[in-house]
């Protein structure tokens, strides 16, 4: 009998290790996860009808849309971002540089900016500072500054990415453009 319970426990305790979950792999995970610099990236609409348009940053209008805000790189190739309004829809537009002129190659359609909202670029973010990071930021009072959504723009894959709002500091950025 002592023999058969030996075994049974044995088994038991294979079978119960073999199930359980590794915990360093999941704390790996979940620091992976709430990682601050992770991005995500972000599927552009390609079939906006601002798809595609070649404009100068000069432009004032583009297909009824107005320009409210816009940040380049000056070269061929380059990228860049813009944000177009008409009415109250407003487009997040990737854009791409050259000769002169700017092409947007993808959009994303974003919540109309308020009031005591902006869109400021050049804000200090967490992580890695090889990006063009821009954010769309909420003047709490003055002085401060909430982060309400971050972006970068990604050179190497030519992508947008959305990384964690809660790793950018806007408050200099938003007072130096007021300047």
Known sequence: MKYIIRHITLILFILTY????????????????????????IALDT??????QIFNVEIENLMEYKIYSIHTSVGQGELGYAVFYKNKTYVLCLIEGFENKHKIIGTLKIPPIKKNEDIVFGCQANCDSNFMDFSLVREIKKGEIKTLKAWRINDRKRQLEEISSLQVNCNEAFYRDLD
Not at 18 to 27: A, G, I, L, Q, R
Not at 47 to 52: A, K
Request: with cysteine.
């Open 47 to 52: 079939n906006n009808e601002l798809q595609g």
């Open 18 to 41: 073999s199930c359980s979950e590794d915990k360093t792999e999941k704390k790996y995970n979940k620091t992976e996860i709430n990682n601050p610099c992770k991005s995500s990236k």
